[in-house]
């Protein structure tokens, strides 16, 4: 049986993050910029509901690369941890965080809560 993320050990995290390295299909999230029939897929979830607007798209899957995801933190009085991830363009974040929680728990759980991109193409945060 899975657990919640308050019972998970670090070696438990490190080995769910892990799985997510290298080359994968990535379902965008209901709330992007995707266009769907000219149409951006944030607008329609806005304008039917998200239940209504999933059941009127058919967002396909993108190919993603995770070149390094490592874990550093575990915070389990308030149930979250901190990643470090280099990916590829246009690899959503917010949809990498909602698979590790589904990962780690089996449940629809995972969001994120803070991101700091650090590195654009040859532009780096100092």
Same mark, same amino acid.
């Given at each position: 049986?899975?657990?919640? +993320?308050?019972?998970?050990? *670090?070696?438990?995290?490190? #080995?769910?993050?892990? %799985?997510?390295?290298? %080359?994968?299909?990535?379902?965008?999230? %209901?709330? &992007? !910029?995707? /266009?769907?029939?000219?149409? *951006? =897929?944030?607008?329609? =979830?806005?304008?039917?509901?998200?239940?209504? =607007?999933?059941?009127?798209? /058919?967002?396909?899957?993108? @190919? +993603? @690369? $995770?070149?390094? +995801?490592?874990?550093?933190?575990?915070?389990?009085?308030?149930?979250?941890?901190? $990643? *470090?991830?280099?990916?590829? &363009?246009?690899?959503? +974040?917010? &949809?990498? =965080?909602?698979? $590790?929680?589904? !990962?780690? @728990?089996?449940?629809?759980?995972?969001?994120?809560?803070?991101?700091? #991109?650090?590195?654009?193409?040859?532009?780096?945060?100092?």
């Amino acid at each position: 049986m899975l657990k919640s +993320i308050s019972e998970l050990e *670090r070696p438990e995290f490190e #080995r769910v993050v892990k %799985i997510f390295l290298g %080359i994968h299909e990535q379902m965008p999230p %209901i709330f &992007s !910029a995707k /266009q769907v029939d000219g149409v *951006r =897929a944030y607008k329609l =979830a806005h304008k039917f509901g998200k239940e209504t =607007a999933e059941k009127m798209m /058919q967002l396909k899957p993108k @190919t +993603i @690369t $995770i070149h390094d +995801i490592e874990l550093l933190d575990i915070m389990k009085d308030n149930k979250s941890f901190k $990643i *470090r991830v280099t990916c590829s &363009s246009g690899t959503y +974040i917010r &949809s990498l =965080a909602r698979d $590790i929680g589904k !990962a780690l @728990t089996g449940k629809d759980v995972g969001y994120l809560k803070y991101l700091l #991109r650090t590195q654009v193409g040859e532009f780096k945060l100092t």
